[in-house]
T-cell receptor, first 113, second 109 residues
Framework: DTAVSQTPKYLVTQMGNDKSIKCEQN?????MYWYKQDSKKFLKIMFSYNNKELIINETVPNRFSPKSPDKAHLNLHINSLELGDSAVYFC????????????FGPGTRLTVT | GQQLNQSPQSMFIQEGEDVSMNCTSSSIFNTWLWYKQDPGEGPVLLIA?????ELTSNGRLTAQFGITRKDSFLNISASIPSDVGIYFC?????????FGAGTTVTVRA
């Protein structure tokens, strides 16, 4: 059984489009995260939700909007996509916000052309 | 976010070799973590360190939390082909993990 799943795995789209990436975890965790991994493999936290409440909101353009309908799901919507948004986006979850072990999904490779 | 300096950026290994990598930061962290990322997958936690000076092993992996709380190293002993991948250090304060840029380990032909 997949612990943290993301869809889609690959997303190719044109500049200016709006797209969403979905994430689900079946671990019963309270906390979920979105990370961006750039072409140099650098991983940077974007957002974190705990029990559907936003607890981390890094310096991310307003075009990125996370939504957590329940604590098992954290979706990422991106408006007006730009070339620089091309990256691999990882969803992760942990039992609670201070938990050290974060379980990562397989990633979504977004390519903006 | 806080920047972690991880070195080396990449390394080539031959089977059976010992491998070492480290991570430094200008900031103090309460917890140091080491993750491994295989191609096409997300990072997986290898070792977590909670106390300054702590030395922890997980099979062939050994990691230490630096006394100053600003650094950590990871050793892999007797490397095997499946050790290839990207190794990330991460430091945690409060709710946030800050990651290093990764060390890419490749098998030397």
């Amino acid at each position: 059984d997949t612990a943290v799943s993301q869809t889609p795995k690959y997303l190719v789209t044109q500049m200016g489009n709006d797209k969403s990436i979905k994430c689900e975890q079946n671990l019963g965790h309270d906390t979920m995260y979105w990370y961006k991994q750039d072409s140099k493999k650098f991983l940077k936290i974007m957002f974190s939700y705990n029990n559907k409440e936003l607890i981390i909101n890094e310096t991310v353009p307003n075009r990125f909007s996370p939504k957590s309908p329940d604590k098992a799901h954290l979706n990422l919507h991106i408006n007006s996509l730009e070339l620089g948004d091309s990256a691999v986006y990882f969803c992760a979850s942990s039992q609670f916000p201070q938990a050290d072990e974060q379980y990562f999904g397989p990633g979504t490779r977004l390519t903006v052309t | 976010g806080q920047q972690l300096n991880q070195s080396p950026q990449s390394m080539f290994i031959q089977e059976g070799e010992d491998v070492s990598m480290n991570c430094t930061s200008s900031s103090i962290f309460n917890t140091w973590l080491w993750y491994k990322q295989d191609p096409g997958e997300g990072p997986v936690l290898l070792i977590a360190l909670y106390k300054a000076g702590e030395l922890t092993s997980n099979g062939r992996l050994t990691a230490q939390f630096g006394i100053t709380r600003k650094d950590s190293f990871l050793n892999i002993s007797a490397s095997i082909p499946s050790d290839v991948g990207i190794y990330f250090c991460a430091g945690r304060n409060d709710y946030k993990l800050s990651f290093g840029a990764g060390t890419t380990v490749t098998v030397r032909a």
